[in-house]
């Protein structure tokens, strides 16, 4: 797994071993990545079931003014660090040795872009998905992956699926900002 493009493009990202942690297929990154190119420099980006860190430091690498990683798997924090150290973006991130449903109680922080990749048989990504949205500001963007077994809302907060890309059993929902919503 390397980083497509930007600051650190080419650098290796280390995986955890094991089956434990499912790492976004290559193909799925680059799809995702072509989709939201225009949507991520200067951006506050949150990683959450961050992993290997692998879709918040590509976000880093191209351009995001900042990134919160957060599992909490010890190794993946471990990992996350190393590559972030590796790709020579730490200065520009946080990592959090927490689960995403805790630390979406803490008040204050708000992003731009999300990304949201929990373990596909957790059903944890609808509750995160409601309790995210708010967090996110206006013009933001949402992104789940998740296996074909799984249908999401069309609407979420302030928040509209786009598109939905299918690659295999595996579905990528891209979430944008609806204004018309908060009138509702």
Not at 40 to 64: H, K, M, N, T
Not at 70 to 88: C, G, M, P, R
Not at 167 to 176: A, N, Q, S
Request: hydrophobic residues 40%; glycine residues 8%.
């Amino acid at each position: 797994m390397r980083v497509i493009t930007g600051l650190a493009r080419g650098r290796r990202l280390e995986t955890l071993p094991g089956d434990n942690t499912r790492p976004t297929g290559e193909k799925v990154k680059e799809s995702l990545f072509s989709a939201i190119q225009f949507d991520i420099e200067g951006r506050r980006v949150l990683d959450l079931f961050a992993g290997s860190g692998q879709l918040g430091i590509e976000a880093l690498s191209r351009g995001a003014s900042g990134c919160v990683f957060v599992d909490k798997n010890t190794e993946a924090v471990k990992i996350i660090k190393q590559n972030l150290q590796h790709t020579d973006l730490m200065e520009k991130a946080q990592v959090l040795g927490t689960d995403a449903l805790s630390y979406l109680t803490r008040p204050g922080d708000r992003f731009d872009l999300v990304f949201l990749d929990p373990p596909y048989a957790s059903e944890l990504l609808i509750p995160v998905l409601n309790k995210v949205a708010p967090l996110v500001n206006d013009g933001g963007i949402l992104v789940c992956e998740t296996d074909d077994t799984v249908t999401l809302p069309e609407q979420v907060d302030r928040f509209a699926v786009a598109r939905t890309y299918r690659f295999g059993h595996t579905y990528v929902w891209l979430y944008r900002y609806d204004p018309k919503e908060e009138s509702l």
